[in-house]
């Protein structure tokens, strides 16, 4: 066999072996639907803006965040510098528009599931007649089901004439009872 065969065959194989190769590693880079579904979010926004109303078209909850990532395939929504107000109705006549104010650096809810607020937690009613002024803490936990509010972490609790703090924290939405588990200390002062 000549020099010229033997190149034009080892050519042929080398041309084979190789379209053979850029088939099966462009297959293999490929991400299914439902990985990409999984990994990347549905629906990002940026200065994002929400509000929810309740049955009567009065607004339940308004939400402000820098940055928003929805995964639809986890019901999960991430968000960064968040603001959220939530506005109480059952008194329309004496405290029209009451309702709280919550900031967060960082959150995450998970619908009808949990929803999670980390760094620098702010808490503080919109009203005047309200006996808290501010609730600070560095986490929450909110059980949505359980309508429970947990967290290991620190909390303070400022009222008008007390501080509450401590940590390992649970609130009970349900029975409305508020009980600090580790190093509780409480100040009270004197009305004048």
């Known amino acids: 066999m000549s020099v010229t065969v ?96 919550i900031i967060a650096d960082r959150g995450e809810i998970v619908f009808d599931t949990y929803a999670q607020l980390m760094g620098n937690v702010h808490v503080q009613p919109n009203f005047a007649a309200s006996p808290i002024e501010e609730i600070i803490t560095p986490y929450v936990y909110f059980d949505l089901p359980g309508n429970r509010i947990s967290s290991p972490d620190a909390i303070t609790v400022r009222g008008q004439d007390f501080i509450n703090q401590g940590s390992n924290y649970e609130i009970d939405l349900n029975q409305k009872t508020f009980v600090i588990k580790d190093q509780p200390h409480a100040v009270y002062y004197p009305q004048s």
Request: glycine share 6%; hydrophobic share 40%; charged share 20%.
């Open 6 to 101: 033997r190149s034009i065959i080892i050519a042929a194989l080398l041309s084979i072996a190789a379209a053979l190769l850029y088939r099966y590693s462009a297959n293999t880079g490929k991400l299914s639907a439902d990985e990409i579904n999984e990994r990347f979010p549905t629906f990002v926004a940026t200065n994002f803006t929400a509000e929810l109303y309740d049955q009567q078209g009065l607004m339940s909850y308004s939400i402000f965040a820098r940055d928003i990532n929805f995964y639809q395939s986890r019901d999960l929504i991430q968000a960064t510098y968040l603001a959220g107000f939530y506005y109480d109705h059952e008194d329309m006549q004496h405290q029209p528009g009451r309702g709280w104010q």
